[in-house]
């Protein structure tokens, strides 16, 4: 009886000590599986901050690299520019050039029908250091700022001398001629337009006037 009664505890202690190995072994296999868990999810959220910053890098790195491109775009398109500027500005100085040749000529011939002109409106040129063609028209259009009258002088100039008819015909015609070609060679329409606003432009008028006077009147 009594080696029934052992064997019996013997059981329920070899029972009790198996059910709480069971138990540990559990509970080592649920803390096992909660820390594979903590642990993927700690790799997880690396995995997420490490794309994280790579996406926040690059677009760093794009934004950086589009800047750099429109400055490079930018300075392409300044120097671009300044080419053309440069070439425009060569151009523009060799039809100056090419323009002055010319002109000269053409200043000697207007000069020629300006000097008896000038003698009969009794008009002297301006004591200037300029082209002997702008101190003669200076001169004239000085004179007829502060004496209107100098235009009647030429009218009867014009009426009562063919010579001085004839030099004032002639002076509109080349004087016409001249600023026809600088409009046709001038593509800025600098030149041009500074010698039609200037004295050559302000001659012509006053000599149009006296010749349409000295025509009209009976």
């Keep these: 009886?009594?080696?029934l009664k052992t064997e019996f505890f013997k059981k329920i202690y070899?029972?009790?000590?198996?059910?709480?190995s069971t138990k540990h072994v559990i509970l080592t296999e649920r803390q096992t599986s909660e820390t594979g868990k903590k642990m993927e999810?700690?790799?997880?959220?690396?995995m997420l901050i490490t794309s994280t910053v790579c996406i926040i890098c690059s677009l760093f790195l794009l934004i950086?690299?589009?800047?750099n491109m429109r400055e490079s775009t930018k300075t392409l398109s300044y120097q671009y520019n300044l080419i053309v500027k440069m070439q425009n500005i060569l151009k523009n100085k060799s039809?100056?050039?090419e323009t002055t040749d010319k002109a000269e000529i053409i200043y000697q011939d207007l000069l020629q029908d300006l000097i008896p002109i000038m003698a009969a409106m009794d008009v002297m040129p301006r004591t200037t250091s300029e082209h002997p063609l702008w101190?003669?028209?200076g001169g004239i259009m000085d004179e007829y700022a502060k004496n209107p009258f100098v235009l009647e002088k030429l009218r009867r100039a014009i009426k009562l001398d063919s010579n001085i008819s004839h030099n004032?015909?002639?002076?509109?015609?080349?004087a016409n001629m001249f600023l026809q070609h600088m409009s046709a060679t001038d593509t800025d329409g600098i030149l041009s337009t500074?010698?039609?606003?200037?004295?050559?432009?302000?001659?012509?008028?006053?000599?149009?006037?006296a010749q349409a006077l000295a025509t009209t009147d009976k």
């Design 64 to 67: 950086n690299l589009h800047k």
């Design 41 to 46: 999810n700690i790799s997880i959220t690396i």
């Design 168 to 174: 004032v015909a002639h002076y509109l015609n080349r």
């Design 95 to 97: 039809i100056i050039n």
């Design 1 to 3: 009886m009594q080696d």
């Design 14 to 20: 070899f029972h009790k000590k198996s059910h709480e």
């Design 135 to 137: 101190r003669a028209l």
């Design 194 to 209: 500074t010698f039609t606003d200037g004295l050559l432009g302000q001659s012509l008028t006053f000599f149009a006037q």
